[in-house]
Nanobody, 128 residues
Framework: QVQVVESGGGLVQSGGSLRLSCTTS????????MGWFRQAPGKEREGVSC????????YDGDSVKGRFTISRDNAKNTLYLQMDRLKPEDTAMYYC?????????????????????WGKGTLVTISS
């Protein structure tokens, strides 16, 4: 069966960095657009960043542009999110998502209702 598992969350001070990982199994990883989403308690889920099947293109949400970098290693079936210059408003549960035969775009990040697979999340907490 398909598994999508995030790791790397934790507590960090404002201005610090974290690197999240998403390891997948049971799917043909290179056929999936991959993305990171986040959700704070009581707030709507927000698209953070996405990457195309091959890694040739990426898209970042406005709130993280210039601070977060998404990447993927198709040989390892793994997605990454390097988060730098973290802010308290980045505090959220971060979710990894995989979508078959889709590609990365701003529209894809905004409309996540039909995404095929989700991880259970990893918690990121930024202190001020």
């Amino acid at each position: 069966q398909v598994q999508v598992v995030e790791s790397g969350g934790g507590l960090v001070q404002s201005g610090g960095s974290l690197r999240l990982s998403c390891t997948t199994s049971g799917l043909t990883f290179e056929h999936y657009a991959m993305g990171w989403f986040r959700q704070a308690p009581g707030k709507e889920r927000e698209g953070v960043s996405c990457i195309s099947w091959s890694g040739d293109s990426t898209y970042d949400g406005d709130s993280v542009k210039g601070r977060f970098t998404i990447s993927r290693d198709n040989a390892k079936n793994t997605l990454y999110l390097q988060m730098d210059r973290l802010k308290p408003e980045d505090t959220a549960m971060y979710y990894c998502a995989a979508d078959l035969d889709e590609d990365c775009s701003g529209s894809w990040l905004e409309d996540y209702s039909s995404i095929d697979y989700w991880g259970k999340g990893t918690l990121v907490t930024i202190s001020s």
